[in-house]
């Protein structure tokens, strides 16, 4: 079964501190993927970036980066100079092919993140 | 105008009343998603259509009753619910591939309360 662990409930920070959003995931499939949503207090959840298994290569969107490793089965999140307009509460999520018996999007339970000015 | 839109943005009911929440997305989607999210809870996957037709039913009690007439709305029929059903419902739709790596849009969400 897929499992996809938030281990930071609640992080604050003040305003133009980097900051890290842990995300640890299961899965038995070889191909898989993994997303990160952003839900700011009006509710919608704000897709931010997919990866595939088999693309490690970090990526790097403006402030945001995130850092995939396959050997310890994480797929972490950096904000860097953090904004009051960053805070948030940030999913981590995986899916595989459905043929596999996998649902759509498994979740994390999210992290809360709040930019202090 | 949003891609998925939801209504009503809040609703309190009773658990003796019969209401329904509404999702419309205007992305030329193929498939169409409820998700509950309660405090502190992962986020739980309720049903999915694809082409209209229900392809997940996540053991979801009978007293939510899903409806997608064509691939565009999809309704959430409540009845007799509990207390505990209090939650954000969410609808999201995406292009149903099979290969896992469709994204998913949501709405902004119905936030229930059962009084």
């Known amino acids: 079964a897929q499992k996809v662990t938030q281990a930071q409930t609640e992080i604050s920070v003040v305003e133009k501190e980097d900051v890290t959003l842990d995300c640890v995931y299961e899965?038995?499939?070889?191909?898989?993927?993994l997303f990160w949503y952003k839900q700011p207090p009006s509710g919608e959840l704000v897709f931010l970036i997919r990866?595939?298994?088999?693309?490690?290569q970090n990526e790097i969107s403006g402030r945001y980066s995130w850092n995939f490793q396959k050997s310890t089965s994480s797929f972490n999140f950096t904000i860097t100079a953090s904004q009051v307009v960053d805070s948030a509460v940030y999913f981590c999520?995986?899916?595989?092919?459905?043929?596999?018996?996998?649902?759509?999007?498994?979740f994390g339970k999210g992290t809360r993140l709040s930019v202090i000015a | 105008e949003t891609g998925v839109t939801q209504t009503p943005r809040h609703l309190v009911m009773g658990m003796t009343n019969k209401k329904s929440l509404k999702c419309e997305q205007h992305?030329?989607?193929?498939?169409m998603y409820w998700y509950k999210q309660s405090a502190k809870k992962p986020l739980e996957l309720m049903f999915v259509?694809?082409?209209?037709?229900?392809?997940e039913n996540n053991s979801v009690p009978s007293r939510f009753s899903p409806e997608c007439p064509n691939s565009s709305h999809l309704f959430l029929h409540l009845h007799t619910l509990q207390p505990e059903d209090s939650a954000l419902y969410l609808c999201?739709?995406?292009?149903?591939?099979?290969?896992?790596?469709?994204?998913?849009?949501f709405g902004s969400g119905t936030q229930l309360s059962v009084l």
């Open positions: 999201a739709s995406s292009q149903f591939t099979g290969g896992g790596e469709e994204k998913l849009f």
């Open positions: 899965t038995r499939d070889t191909t898989y993927y």
């Open positions: 990866r595939n298994s088999f693309d490690e």
């Open positions: 999520a995986l899916s595989g092919p459905r043929n596999s018996g996998n649902t759509p999007l498994v």
């Open positions: 992305l030329g989607h193929n498939a």
């Open positions: 259509y694809n082409f209209k037709e229900q392809t």
